[in-house]
């Protein structure tokens, strides 16, 4: 049983079509205004596009392409929507809050809380059954908001960035937390963490300006990223450009030497990535056999681990403190970033 949708909302640009799998939870990456909250939307029933459908299963849960439209309200999707916030009602006790899906559905008072108790207690939270929503911490709240969206047992879970306004303490515990309740369950997550998406996603897809520009496995989305964005979302350089017989020509004029990846056709758009860790910084130019040597101006020095990260030209490079100090880095300063050809790689865009 899949999810599959086709849909376009003009005032925004927006034009998405997306399928998943009966078990398969997908990562949506993407800038802001990407458009990833209009996906989730779309999918829940709080926007209603301009054209396309969406079918969950055996159930459509809109149709706007033929001559009697049809869509379903937000309650009748057997969808559940988890947002940044937990929302839960304040007035209410958390074992209250959970059983509220199961009650508003038509269930019994006492199978929706049994069911409110069995899901606390999946999400570690059963000892706060009796407390009010402000008496629990950012973490805690969040936990009960989980258990209260599978009370319902949504045929998509869906995720915006669950993580966000946790603290750094709270949001590994939940991301283990997903990570269990998520099995065998079908979800779409947004994110901006390239943890959750390698930790919770099967899949990735990069949403930009509205239309998915990439996808596929989220480690080979960020291994092999073909977007800006997902390559710095890894962590890694990326030149795109013109792929010739011995690498690469970036759109900037960078001639690039490299060993293409089979399959990749001189004259064909292409990308080159290398890790900031793979990029030397020399006071001038280098030669060797084969390394790329490119001129660059510093913009900006960060801390970045144990490491310097410098920014130049739209790279970045990764180099000790030590040699930081001994090269006397600034912005401003003119230096040149080698690369050793084996470290790009080169692939078709």
Sequence with gaps: MTFTLE???????????????????????????AGKSTLL?????????????????????FNLDGGNSHFLPPHARGTALLAQEPLLFPHMSVLENVAFGPRAAGVGRANALQTARHWLAEVDAAEFADRRPGQLSGGQAQRVAIARALAIDPELLLLDEPMAALDIHAAPMLRRLLKRVLANRRAIIITHDVLDALMLADRAVVMEHGRITEEGPTRG???????????GLAGMNLLPGTIIAHGLTSDGGLDITAHPEDGAVPGQDGVAVFSPTAV?????????SP????????????????????????????????????????PGMTVHFVIKATAIAVYPA
Aim: avoid cysteine; proline fraction near 6%; aromatic fraction near 4%.
């Design 7 to 33: 849909a376009a909302l003009h005032a925004r640009n927006f034009e998405v079509s997306l399928t998943l799998g009966a078990s398969e939870t997908i990562a949506v990456l993407g800038p802001n205004g």
């Design 41 to 61: 939307g779309i999918v829940a029933g709080l926007l209603r596009p301009d054209s396309g459908r969406a079918d969950l299963g055996e159930k459509t849960l």
């Design 221 to 231: 989305v960020l291994e092999r990223p073909r977007s800006k964005f997902a390559a």
């Design 280 to 288: 030397s910084v020399f006071p001038g130019d280098e030669h060797g």
């Design 291 to 330: 390394r790329n040597s490119f001129a660059v101006t510093i913009t900006d020095l960060e801390p970045h681990g144990d490491q310097i990260r410098v920014h130049a030209g739209g790279l970045s490079a990764d180099i000790t403190p030590a040699a930081s100090a001994d090269l006397g880095l600034h």
